[in-house]
Nanobody, 116 residues
Framework: QVQLVEAGGGLVQPGGSLKLSCAAS????????MTWYRQAPGKERELVAW????????NYADSVKGRFFISRDNAENTVYLQMNSLKLEDTAVYSC?????????WGQGTQVTVSS
């Protein structure tokens, strides 16, 4: 059974940091490209960060470049999103997605709220 389980969300003040994790099981994690998405209330889902199967390549939305960092541990079947200098507009549900060949899997998401 395929599972993607996000964790690490919560309430943080502007300027703070959070580290999200997404633990995968039920498929060959090391051959899946991983992506973090987010969706704020009333807005469309947007891509936040992407990482290649080996972790050698990454890509970020312009809105998070220099603040967010994606990484993965293929031995632990986990992808991470380190979020620094958080802003009010980073408030959203963050979800991870795995893409392996023509198949895509999604996690349920974790809420990140940035508020003073």
């Amino acid at each position: 059974q395929v599972q993607l389980v996000e964790a690490g969300g919560g309430l943080v003040q502007p300027g703070g940091s959070l580290k999200l994790s997404c633990a995968a099981s039920g498929f060959t994690f090391s051959s899946a490209q991983m992506t973090w998405y987010r969706q704020a209330p009333g807005k469309e889902r947007e891509l936040v960060a992407w990482i290649s199967t080996t972790g050698d390549s990454t890509n970020y939305a312009d809105s998070v470049k220099g603040r967010f960092f994606i990484s993965r541990d293929n031995a632990e079947n986990t992808v991470y999103l380190q979020m620094n200098s958080l802003k009010l507009e980073d408030t959203a549900v963050y979800s991870c997605r795995a893409t392996r060949r023509a198949t895509t899997y999604w996690g349920q998401g974790t809420q990140v709220t940035v508020s003073s």
